[in-house]
Every structure is written in C-alpha cells, then in structure tokens.
C-alpha cells in the first residue's frame, strides 16, 4: 500500500478530461453509488465540467498511477462550515487495489483542513477510504453516512 501512494499523484482536471470524466461518472458502479443515479448527457456534463472548472470553491483533480488515469477526486469548500467536501470515483479497473485510498490521502495532504464526505449505505469501499484518510462517521441519514476528519 505505501508503494501504491507514494506513486500516485493528482493534477488539475482540465476541459481536456471531459471524455473520461464522462465515462467514469456514467460507470454503472460509480452511478450506483451517487447521490445522482441518472446517466447523465456528453452535453449537460459539458456544462457541468465547465462551471466546476471555473468555481474558485471546487477543486477537481484527476488521479495518476504512473501515468495512467486512474480516478478522479473533487473537494467543493463550504465557507460556513468551514470544510471540504470530498467525493471521488475510481476507474474500474482500479478498484479494489488501494488507489482510491491513495488518491484521497493525496487530495486530503494538498488541500489540508477539515473534511467531510457523504457515503451510500452499503459502499464499503467508500467507508474504508474515509477511514483511512481519518474520517469517522457522524451520523446516518436516509441510506447516507456522514464521515469527517473534525
């Protein structure tokens, strides 16, 4: 695992990345486990990746294990709690071999501060990321676990 990290890296999603975004986002695994669970248009995620690339409030980034795209990481500041939240998606390829833990660590080092993340029920993937990344649940809410690092 500490090899897996230490090679990851993110860099700052680009309008560029709009193909691959898309085709993580309409992933039926990563749907599944979205608050949003439609298959979302190449033109409505058009406009969805221009915006977020222009909020000075949202951080995207995509995730690299020697040069490979492997997922993507987005932290959206809240100013009045004072915290990021986080969400992340892994390439399915990917899953299951401790790179989405080491693309949240990677987020949660470059961006410091207090943290939150909202988490389906039943996606024990997800938790365990959080975990990791040392966020302890809260609370649950209609089929939603809350996670923070405060």
Known sequence: ???????????????????????????????????NTDTIDEVNHKKWLE??????NIQLFIALFNNNQI???RADYNSNLD???????????YRGLGY???MVKCLTD???????????????????????CKM?????SNGILYYSNY
């Open 110 to 132: 470059r961006l410091k501060g207090r943290f939150r993340a909202e988490i389906k029920e039943g996606n024990t993937s997800s938790i365990k990321i959080a975990e990791f």
């Open 51 to 56: 915006s977020t690339l222009a909020n000075e």
């Open 83 to 93: 915290s990021w939240e986080i969400s992340w998606t892994i390439a399915a390829n």
């Open 1 to 35: 695992m500490s090899r897996i990290i230490e090679f990851v890296k993110i860099r700052t999603a680009q309008l560029s990345d709009l193909e691959i975004l898309l085709e993580w986002r309409n992933d039926f695994e990563t749907r599944k486990n979205s608050h």
């Open 100 to 102: 989405g833990k080491a």
């Open 71 to 73: 997922g993507t990481v």
């Open 136 to 140: 302890s649940f809260n609370k649950k």
